[in-house]
T-cell receptor, first 111, second 111 residues
Framework: SQQGEEDPQALSIQEGENATMNCSYKTSINNLQWYRQNSGRGLVHLILIRSNEREKHSGRLRVTLDTSKKSSSLLITASRAADTASYFC???????????FGPGTRLSVLP | DAMVIQNPRYQVTQFGKPVTLSCSQTLNHNVMYWYQQKSSQAPKLLFH???????NEADTPDNFQSRRPNTSFCFLDIRSPGLGDAAMYLC??????????FGPGTRLTVL
């Protein structure tokens, strides 16, 4: 069973708009991480949020975590064409190092 | 610059011919991971090392093996590659329960 699942699977927006992606998971976690992947490249870490945190910001990124609903959201404000990428959430499935990635959201930001 | 390096970036092998992918890090992280990522899918954890302790995912085929001779290096051995093993293989490192730093990946083609 998949630990993390994102929605939507694909999102297309205009430059300047905000993009929101959601992630749901099934078991308890120590932390949840968001990553970006440009086509054919390795993953880049965006934000790590711990289970005792509810919100974190980094530049134009805002991540929330609701452990009661086992869900997280990633908000990208004032999107740019360079934000076009796939975004994945990853959870540590109970506190070990066995990270499970969700299927990802493919974001397209149109100029 | 501290980083995660993967060699080669592209590897072509023949069906059934053993292949080894390598990963090195200059971050001195104690955890190293190997992921398999197929086209348009999420990375799937194959195994990870916490220092010298090897942790195999339950559904990782026996065809996949790994070695970590020291802190800096980790190898992925595919003993008898099949057509279904064609994928991007991603190496990552982290401190315990920390963010993961990914290498650029090795794209494996099986003929």
């Amino acid at each position: 069973s998949q630990q993390g699942e994102e929605d939507p699977q694909a999102l297309s927006i205009q430059e300047g708009e905000n993009a929101t992606m959601n992630c749901s998971y099934k078991t308890s976690i120590n932390n949840l991480q968001w990553y970006r992947q440009n086509s054919g490249r390795g993953l880049v870490h965006l934000i790590l949020i711990r289970s005792n945190e509810r919100e974190k910001h980094s530049g134009r990124l805002r991540v929330t975590l609701d452990t009661s609903k086992k869900s997280s959201s990633l908000l990208i404000t004032a999107s740019r064409a360079a934000d076009t990428a796939s975004y994945f959430c990853a959870t540590d499935a109970g506190g070990g190092q066995n990270f499970v990635f969700g299927p990802g959201t493919r974001l397209s930001v149109l100029p | 610059d501290a980083m995660v390096i993967q060699n080669p970036r592209y590897q072509v092998t023949q069906f059934g011919k053993p292949v080894t992918l390598s990963c090195s890090q200059t971050l001195n992280h104690n955890v190293m991971y190997w992921y398999q990522q197929k086209s348009s899918q999420a990375p799937k954890l194959l195994f990870h090392y916490y220092d010298k302790d090897f942790n195999n995912e339950a559904d990782t085929p026996d065809n996949f093996q790994s070695r970590r001779p020291n802190t800096s290096f980790c190898f992925l051995d595919i003993r008898s590659p099949g057509l279904g093993d064609a994928a991007m293989y991603l190496c990552a490192t982290s401190r315990i329960s920390g963010e993961q730093f990914f290498g650029p990946g090795t794209r494996l083609t099986v003929l």
